[in-house]
């Protein structure tokens, strides 16, 4: 047989697997090109005094307007400043709990009363912001309408508290319903990793004379470390973009002020008040800040523990 | 030893206790929604609902189960539900396959197309105005076509593709299987405890859309269940009777919103509490075989 047919029949194989792998992936790439490529081409908007009637490519350039703009406007800072203390306390408080969580549950020997609690825990982690802020919003009503603060009233004798309309509390608010929401499901992949470390290690400690307290200390918890760290550096590498769902959905004007966060502040001002060049400045800013925060943390996480992203 | 002692006692006892608490927390909220929901107007209005309804009613529930927009909203969930966790999974299979296939040229050049997004987006207003200026705007294009890539799954799909013995699929192209059907009918069955997680948690999200249907869905008919939901929930805290589809005109008997609220969100919450713990096993399985793996 030539070598020359054996070749083209070859090659003929060969470009028609291609072929078919290309359409495979075919979908996958035309739909980032529409929804994740066109739209970084439409950063070029932040440069721009954007004007919907003329569209993007024939509105005037306006150079750095719009990020000086945010950067000295105050209302901004007010928006960044609620951002980071939530994304602080939601660090503190919401990124700890499913670990305390996971580490308490290890010690519930009982195995049908385990499985009902992490059974019920995780219902509230499927359900939509829109309807955990629907059930907060009546369980807080600030009339007495609300069971708790029905309860306060009738049988504590205290004022109604307005949980979700008082400045102050929202944030806490914000934090502790998250956690309600959150924590069993988020505690799996501690379970999943602590019942991947090795029984031997525990017998063994356990012979060394190592009571449970210090087993966790010693075993469980350098168990657990490089997963921790790993997702500790996701979370820090987000502080910016705290979650437009739940803040939208919890707040109202009146907390507007301790509320506000950049997702949701792009929201009112971008859609709703149609200041289109501004907030894709500062989304894009956010973006910037976000990926070069992610790059930071994992190097740090590979000097510390070895372990990174990528 | 200490696993005995008295301290130990305590703590066992404090645990049992602090955890059947956490259980109550999650669960008192809904008793609430629900005993609130089939009350009647007195007792929700002078605060004596609690725990338990007191002159049991359904209306509310009639009401809700008979009206048309959450009929139809209904219809569009499930169906938006179906269609986009079966293209989500399809598109980032098919994706991650070719990814990590010898045969592809340049898939370093496509894993870096798919990887960028991942880092770097345009944002909220880029996106916004974009799906605006393919005009898909007000259809349900707007809402299946930027919901089923998912970058994520993808590099997933591929890594654990990847991880497969070669033995496998070569034996499968002696026999002269294409692709599409080593893909399908020899790799899907070994992943498959990862893709059903996936699956679920897709449906799940889907299920509960509702921000795609607020930036970009004009006609009631197109919304979808809980943006219907928001939309009542909205209408008290913002006074927006006026254009809510939702506000029925004087009853003759008098209503208190909130119960039907209560009942609105207990309607749309009833699929998903039904299903869920039957999946349990499926996504914690899923979730432990891709923790081991990576």
């Known amino acids: ?310 | 030893m200490n696993n005995t002692g008295v301290l130990r006692k305590i703590f066992v006892i404090f645990n049992y206790i602090a955890f059947t608490i956490f259980a109550l927390l999650i669960v008192v909220p809904f008793v609430h929604a629900i005993a609130v929901s089939f009350s009647d107007y007195q007792s929700v209005t002078y605060g004596h609902v609690k725990l338990l309804p007191i002159n049991p009613n359904a209306q509310f529930y009639l009401e809700i189960l008979t009206n048309g927009y959450f009929l139809i909203s209904f219809g569009n969930t499930t169906f938006l539900t179906i269609v986009n966790t079966f293209l989500v999974i399809i598109i980032s299979l098919a994706a991650g396959y070719v990814l990590g296939n010898k045969h592809m040229p340049g898939r370093k050049i496509l894993m870096y197309y798919v990887i960028i997004p991942m880092y770097f987006s345009g944002g909220m207003i880029p996106f916004y105005l974009t799906v605006r200026d393919l005009h898909l705007y007000n259809t349900y294009g707007a809402l299946i076509l930027p919901a089923i890539v998912n970058i994520f799954y993808i590099i997933v799909f591929r890594n654990s593709i990847a991880g497969i013995p070669a033995e496998l699929t070569e034996s499968a192209e002696l026999d002269g299987a294409g692709d599409f059907t080593i893909l399908f009918r020899i790799l899907l069955p070994v992943i498959l405890p990862m893709v059903t997680a996936f699956i679920i948690f897709s449906a799940i999200a889907y299920w509960n859309e509702w921000y795609n249907t607020m930036l970009f869905i004009k006609d009631k008919e197109k919304y979808t269940m809980q943006y219907w939901l928001r939309n009542l929930l909205m209408s008290r805290v913002f006074e927006d009777t006026r254009t809510n589809p939702y506000f029925l005109d004087p009853q003759k008997v008098i209503v208190n919103e909130k119960s039907r609220e209560m009942a609105a969100v207990l309607v749309t919450i009833l699929p998903i509490t039904i299903v869920y713990p039957f999946l349990q096993k499926y996504f914690i399985h899923g979730i432990i075989v891709g923790a081991v793996k990576g």
């Open chain 1, 1 to 310: 047989m030539d070598i020359a047919i054996k070749n083209s029949k070859k090659r003929k194989k060969v470009t028609k697997r291609v072929i078919g792998l290309s359409l495979m992936i075919a979908p996958a790439v035309v739909l980032l090109f529409l929804f994740s490529y066109i739209p970084l081409y439409g950063i070029i908007v932040s440069f721009k005094d954007y004007n919907t009637y003329v569209g993007i490519l024939k509105s005037p350039w306006v150079g750095l307007k719009h990020y000086i703009y945010f950067l000295t406007d105050p209302t901004f800072y007010k928006v960044l400043k609620n951002t980071l203390i939530i994304s602080f306390y939601d660090i503190i408080f919401g990124f700890t709990a499913p670990i305390v969580f996971a580490l308490l549950a290890n010690e519930i020997m009982n195995k049908s009363f385990k499985r009902v609690v992490q059974t019920i825990s995780y219902l509230p982690n499927f359900l939509s912001w829109v309807v955990v802020a629907g059930l907060m919003r009546q369980l807080l009503d600030p009339s007495i309408q609300g069971m708790v603060n029905s309860v306060l009233v009738n049988t504590f004798g205290i004022e109604p508290i307005y949980f979700l309309g008082i400045k102050k509390l929202f944030v806490p608010m914000a934090v502790i319903i998250d956690i309600w929401k959150n924590v069993g499901f988020s505690a799996i992949l501690y379970f999943a990793t602590i019942a991947g470390i090795s029984p031997s290690l525990y017998e063994a400690a356990s012979v060394d004379g190592a009571g449970r307290l210090r087993q966790t200390w010693h075993i469980t918890l350098p168990g657990m470390a490089s997963i921790i760290v790993l997702l500790f550096l996701l979370r820090i590498s987000s502080i910016f973009s705290v979650g437009f769902d739940r803040i939208f959905n919890m707040q109202n004007p009146m907390v507007y002020d301790t509320s506000e966060v950049i997702s949701t502040y792009v929201y009112h001002i971008g859609i709703q008040q149609a200041q289109h060049s501004l907030t894709t400045a500062i989304g894009f800013a956010q973006s910037v800040l976000g990926f070069t925060l992610l790059i930071f943390t994992n190097k740090l996480s590979k000097k510390v523990s070895g372990l990174g992203l990528y």
